[in-house]
């Protein structure tokens, strides 16, 4: 009996590191907070069009009158139906920074904001449509959030979106969430993050950007983990040694 304790005990102790093995973006050495000021300093400011985005294309004549008309007079059945048409298209700048619009053809969007992407475009429809007026939208902007909140990925409805607002979109921090310890992949570059404390959110809440990835590191209990795991086994061992006891007093 005492060597089955024993044996259970350095289950139990061995498993304390096992469970630690699902931590990923680990750091080699120390991270400070001040590492991220410079990126978060980057950051800040509209969004620059990046090839593989995917655009949708709104162009009204007019300089937009019917985006602002009160009386509701230029709005009609068939219009909306067009509207939901023109919708269904979506152009993607390609790997040379180019998009193909119809009627204007090829046209070079990548590394401009959108505001001055709309203003290039509006130039070029000018020649078709006197007064052209011009709105375009990032389709396929997001993050992704993965660890302790599990893997979820969150569209960027909004330019200059911070990681509170993302993070609140995945449901925010629970119990089994480290908030001193989130970590922030882009690119080749992992960043730690601590919303643990006030002055930890002000030097790290940057703004993300499109395919960024949030890991939230988990809280691990190794002793209730390995209980829950052990718990089958041991009620099967107790389950034995009572049958082994009833046979034996027979």
């Not at 991220?36 to 709104?58: A, C, F, P, Q």
């Not at 070029?124 to 006197?130: I, S």
């Not at 925010?172 to 959110?201: E, F, P």
């Not at 209990?221 to 718990?231: A, G, I, M, Y």
Request: charged letters at 25%; proline letters at 4%.
């Amino acid at each position: 009996m005492n060597r089955l304790v024993f044996i259970i005990l350095i289950a139990v102790l061995s498993s304390c590191k096992a469970y630690k093995q699902d931590i990923m973006f680990r750091f080699d050495d120390e991270f400070t907070e001040e590492d991220l000021s410079k990126v978060t300093d980057e950051v800040e400011g509209n969004y620059e069009l990046k090839r593989n985005d995917i655009l949708l294309l709104d162009v009204f004549t007019h300089n937009g009158e019917r985006l602002i008309d009160p009386n509701l007079e230029l709005v009609s059945g068939p219009a909306q139906q067009q509207q939901q048409f023109k919708d269904r298209f979506q152009y993607v700048i390609q790997s040379d920074g180019i998009v193909t619009f119809p009627m204007i053809g090829n046209i070079e969007l990548a590394g401009m904001t959108l505001f001055a992407a709309e203003n290039k475009v509006a130039e070029k429809f000018d020649d078709v449509y006197k007064g052209s007026f011009v709105k375009l939208r990032i389709t396929n902007r997001r993050v992704f959030v993965l660890g302790a909140p599990g893997g979820k990925v969150i569209p960027l409805q909004n330019e200059n979106t911070n990681l509170v607002e993302v993070l609140a979109s995945a449901e925010g921090l629970d119990l089994g969430s480290k908030a001193q310890n989130i970590r922030l992949v882009r690119g080749d570059d992992v960043y730690q993050i601590n919303l643990a404390t006030i002055s930890g959110m002000k030097k790290t809440n940057m703004i993300v950007e499109p395919g960024d990835i949030i890991y939230i590191e988990p809280w691990r209990r190794p002793w209730l983990e390995t209980l829950r795991d052990v718990s089958p086994a041991l009620s099967l061992v107790s389950s034995v040694l009572t049958l082994i006891v009833v046979v034996q007093n027979l």
